[in-house]
């Protein structure tokens, strides 16, 4: 069986392309922004629909959020909290140093990563306008506090 040479050419040029998408990727330095949360328990299932609404519409809004993950996580993070201390025990306990004071378990059981292109599309995430519209939903179903991290892809 012989091949036409006009086939022969597309398959070497689609070869190509896919070639070519593979490499691009690779050297690609996007940025996972992700967190975890203690939700609190009051939240109503419209507060749960309006965080859902409002995070789901990030890609959409800010310029370099790519794709949005959130949902219970598996295995909740544990997490304490120092419970009624004054500010001179806290920045002690900061330095390292041993301070006396009653702990609140607060455990992680939710968590958000947000795809992004890059370090830039995070600090333009943190000025854009629709972030403090996202922030007032997700204020509505988390204790104050979250823990944070960025991973910086290599």
């Avoid at 896919?18 to 967190?35: D, I, Q, Y």
């Avoid at 203690?38 to 370099?64: C, V």
């Avoid at 179903?141 to 910086?152: A, E, K, P, Q, S």
Wanted: with cysteine.
């Amino acid at each position: 069986m012989t091949t036409s040479p006009t086939i022969s050419r597309l398959v070497s040029i689609a070869a190509a392309f896919l070639l070519s998408l593979s490499t691009a990727s690779a050297g690609e330095k996007k940025l996972m922004h992700s967190f975890a949360w203690t939700p609190i328990k009051e939240a109503t299932p419209a507060d749960w629909r309006a965080f859902y609404k409002a995070s789901d519409a990030l890609p959409h809004k800010i310029k370099g959020i790519t794709k949005v993950w959130y949902g219970k996580l598996n295995s909740p993070l544990p997490q304490a909290m120092l419970a009624g201390i004054d500010e001179a025990a806290f920045q002690k306990y900061r330095a390292g140093e041993t301070v006396s004071s009653p702990i609140k378990a607060m455990p992680r059981e939710y968590g958000m990563c947000m795809e992004m292109t890059g370090e830039n599309a995070l600090k333009a995430y943190d000025d854009h306008p629709y972030h403090k519209t996202w922030t007032e939903a997700y204020s509505k179903i988390r204790v104050d506090g979250t823990t944070t991290f960025n991973i910086l892809g290599q």
